[in-house]
Structure formats: structure tokens, C-alpha cells
């Protein structure tokens, strides 16, 4: 491969990851909007994209194996292809969240809660893509402040997780069985919920992690 022709399978290889990061996103965001509206069109088209999503990761992935293997790249360009390698990995796993908001949207009865789901969603998006522009922009200052701002998040999700059990102490279901196994499935649910999203965010940690490994050649920036 000529030099001019590296050089452009590395820059279309940044812009191939920031493509995939970008339809990863409208897949969480579709599915809170499913988990939100149990809108079982939006559910299903987001749990059916999710193969697509699985094999243009493993393509990447692909493309990634090749340079690595065949242009043997050193310095800023081995950390680039292996900063991109990784963080496709968590772009994919946060496309398998998205799967899960879908699937919990086709399994509840929407009912209403204190716990505000729909915003813990748009802070764990805003932070993925925040992370993503940092990767497009090589700006490692930013790198730190998507992992500051994990923190809040983390916090955002504890206080909710302990006000769902908070509630569940308080509600009184009376005697009927059935109620009572309603209820807990409806907790457990938001709990995954939450749970999944908090992951989100520690996914667009290791995004930034990644970035900034590639910039300043050290993996414990961020830790």
C-alpha cells in the first residue's frame, strides 16, 4: 500500500468508527424513546438493527487486524489503530444496551415512577457523545472532562436506583400475589434500566481512555 493510500484507510477507518458511534447513539436513543413510550415499532427496529450494528463492528474490527498486520505501523499511528480497535468494542457492547432498553419496553406496563429514566438516558448519551468528538478532535482536555463527568452520572444513578427500593418499601401491594410479582418485576426492570445506563457511561470512559492513549501514550491517564 502506497503512503497516500495508508494515509486514507487511516483516516477512513476514524471516519468509519465515528459513523458507527453515530448510529450506536440513535440506537440508545430510540431505545429510551421505546422504554418511554412502549412504542413496540421503535422496540423492534432497534433490537432488528442490532445485527447490523454486530457485523460492521466485526468488519472494523477486520480493517483494523489488516493495517496493524500488513503496514506494521509504529508510534502515533500503532496507538491510533489500537485506540480505534478498542473503542469499537465498547461502541458495540453500547449498541447491545440499546438492545436491552428495547427488550425491557416490550416487557413493562409503563407505569409511572420518581425516577427520572429519560434524563439518566440523555446524560449517558450526551457523555458517549462527548467522548466521540474528543476521538474525532484529539483533544485530551476533553478526554478528562467526559471522565469527571462519569462521576455525576454514577452518582445520578445511585440516587435512583435507592429511591426505586425506597419506593418499593412504601408501596403497599395488600394481599394478592400477583400484584406483589407485578411490582417486582416492574422494579427489577427500572433497576437493569439504570443499571445499563450507568454502563453507558463507563463505556464513553473507556472511549476517552482510549483517545487518550493515542494522544499522550499512556493508559493509566484516566485511572
Not at 434524563?119 to 471522565?147: K, M
Request: hydrophobic share 45%; glycine share 4%; net charge negative.
Amino acid at each position: 500500500m502506497a503512503r497516500d493510500e495508508y494515509q486514507t484507510a487511516l483516516e477512513d477507518l476514524r471516519a468509519d468508527v465515528l459513523d458507527l458511534g453515530a448510529d450506536v447513539i440513535a440506537q440508545l436513543e430510540d431505545g429510551l424513546t421505546a422504554l418511554e413510550s412502549g412504542d413496540e415499532t421503535i422496540a423492534r427496529d432497534v433490537i432488528d438493527a442490532d445485527d447490523g450494528i454486530n457485523d460492521r463492528y466485526l468488519t472494523l474490527e477486520g480493517d483494523c487486524v489488516d493495517l496493524l498486520a500488513l503496514q506494521q505501523p509504529v508510534a502515533s499511528d500503532l496507538r491510533f489503530i489500537a485506540a480505534s480497535f478498542k473503542i469499537l468494542t465498547d461502541l458495540e457492547r453500547v449498541g447491545d444496551l440499546a438492545t436491552n432498553l428495547a427488550r425491557y419496553s416490550l416487557s413493562t406496563e409503563h407505569h409511572a415512577h420518581e425516577v427520572d429514566v429519560q434524563a439518566i438516558g440523555a446524560d449517558a448519551s450526551d457523555q458517549l457523545e462527548a467522548a466521540l468528538t474528543a476521538y474525532e478532535t484529539e483533544d485530551a482536555a476533553a478526554c478528562h472532562a467526559v471522565a469527571a463527568r462519569d462521576d455525576d452520572l454514577d452518582a445520578l444513578c445511585q440516587r435512583a436506583s435507592e429511591r426505586v427500593v425506597r419506593d418499593l418499601l412504601e408501596r403497599e401491594a395488600g394481599d394478592d400475589s400477583w400484584a406483589v410479582e407485578r411490582v417486582l418485576d416492574d422494579v427489577s426492570r427500572i433497576l437493569l434500566t439504570i443499571r445499563d445506563l450507568e454502563r453507558v457511561g463507563d463505556h464513553a470512559v473507556n472511549v476517552a481512555a482510549r483517545t487518550l492513549y493515542m494522544l499522550e501514550n499512556d493508559p493509566q491517564l484516566l485511572y
